[in-house]
């Protein structure tokens, strides 16, 4: 069978109908059930070591956000290596603090921070960044006094050819517009309200440092006394900083906060920390022609990695040789027409059972994952550190009546 397996030695174990915790229980060595995400920690244990430690060569503090992977064991890992966790809400600053030792801080940044739960971000955070002129007049003052308040601005540089998901695009929610600030500067007011750093996130998946780069410079040049105003700036996240091998380009930014601006620089990245080690692995559950090509449906959909869907890209699946023999478009299970990952071709040919491992699906995952159509989430594993596969959190009917607001206790 084509897929099955070549690289991955714990995938042979799959038994897509027993569920893994009856092999545990009959004390057969744990086999998957699909879906499934894996974690291998082994791999995101080196990963956070490289960024860690490019973060301290620059002098620059690794903050990790949260978003990209929320998974318990996942973020133990992370908080080995890290000064603290970004977060977008009060269930992930609560969550983050509840790993983060007392040493870490917990940074939130939202465009719509309630006035309830400010009491709960008092509890939780060392950091908050406002989103807007206005919310700063109504919550600074709300804040406790030991929070380090900030602002999050457009730097009004754009990256990004898909504007929906371009944080810097004209008219962008997210942030004050850097031209706006110059403008006040110009008029004599800045920044007030006690706020004390800046936020900016203006790229995505980038590898391009020169991005970076241009994006500091763009402040630093036009409105150098915004820089001056505060004591830290954090520069987001949207950078591989895993990936990238050059990154001179990135240690010259940070001096130059550091040295010109004197400020505690931060960066927050989530996908580079998490993308790499994980995988959705996935049975077929049908191979059918369709108009002459042949398809394989799974046992998972393109809403156990939205993304997919979202952005329009085909993910990486072991096995997958350009221009061999069994050519598949693979489609998930949902009634959703536009439901396909894409198509992929292997030397042999799946069948019914054949197994289905897309690669790099550790970041923005199962963070969004959800329930449609009433098909369950994956289960999630890790590997851990000695090679063992663990059963992670396997979801079941109550978790999707639960959402339903059904009264399981009634059911059959
Ligand atoms: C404010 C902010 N910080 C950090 C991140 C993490 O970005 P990435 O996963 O691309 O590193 C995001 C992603 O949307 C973001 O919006």
Request: net charge negative; charged share 20%; hydrophobic share 40%.
């Amino acid at each position: 069978m084509a897929a099955r397996s070549n690289s991955v030695d714990m995938y042979s174990q799959i038994d897509t109908d027993m569920p893994a915790l009856e092999h545990a229980a009959q004390g057969v060595a744990p086999a998957l059930t699909t879906p499934a995400y894996v974690i291998d920690l082994r791999t995101l244990d080196k990963v956070v070591r490289r960024i860690e430690s490019v973060c301290n060569t620059v002098g620059c503090s690794f903050l990790y956000s949260l978003k990209a992977s929320a998974i318990q064991p996942v973020v133990e890992v992370i908080s080995k290596y890290t000064d603290g966790f970004a977060c977008s809400s009060p269930f992930e600053a609560r969550y983050a603090r509840t790993i983060a030792n007392a040493g870490q801080t917990v940074h939130l940044t939202s465009p719509g921070i309630r006035p309830q739960d400010i009491d709960q971000i008092n509890r939780y955070c060392n950091f908050v960044t406002f989103n807007s002129v206005e919310q700063v007049r109504g919550l600074r003052r709300r804040l406790a006094p030991s929070i380090a308040a900030g602002l999050r601005i457009n730097p009004e540089q754009s990256f990004l050819r898909d504007s929906r998901y371009d944080p810097c695009r004209t008219g962008s929610k997210l942030g004050v517009p850097l031209s706006a600030l110059r403008e006040a500067s110009g008029k004599g007011r800045l920044l007030s309200g006690g706020l004390r750093g800046l936020h900016f996130h203006s790229n995505c998946d980038s590898m391009h440092l020169g991005d970076l780069r241009q994006t500091v410079d763009a402040i630093a040049d036009s409105t150098p006394e915004l820089l001056e105003s505060v004591d830290w700036l954090n520069m987001g996240g949207g950078y591989l900083l895993n990936e990238i091998n050059d990154l001179s380009t990135f240690a010259t930014i940070v001096d130059i906060l550091r040295r010109t601006f004197d400020l505690q620089v931060m960066v927050e990245p989530g996908a580079a920390v998490v993308r790499n080690s994980g995988v959705l692995v996935a049975s077929v559950v049908d191979c059918t022609e369709i108009d002459g090509n042949k398809v394989a449906v799974l046992d998972t959909t393109v809403n156990h990695w939205p993304e997919v869907f979202e952005f329009q890209f085909e993910p990486d699946v072991q096995g997958h040789i350009e221009g061999s023999r069994y050519t598949y478009q693979l489609v998930g299970c949902s009634c959703l027409a536009g439901d396909v990952f894409g198509t992929y071709s292997f030397t042999d040919p799946l069948e019914i059972g054949s197994c289905i491992v897309f690669e790099n699906a550790g970041a923005y995952s199962i963070v969004k994952a959800h329930m449609f159509n009433g098909i369950n989430l994956p289960t999630v594993y890790i590997v851990t550190e000695s090679g063992e596969l663990v059963l992670t959190k396997q979801f079941t009917y109550e978790d999707f009546a639960s959402r339903c607001g059904v009264d399981t206790r009634a059911t059959v």
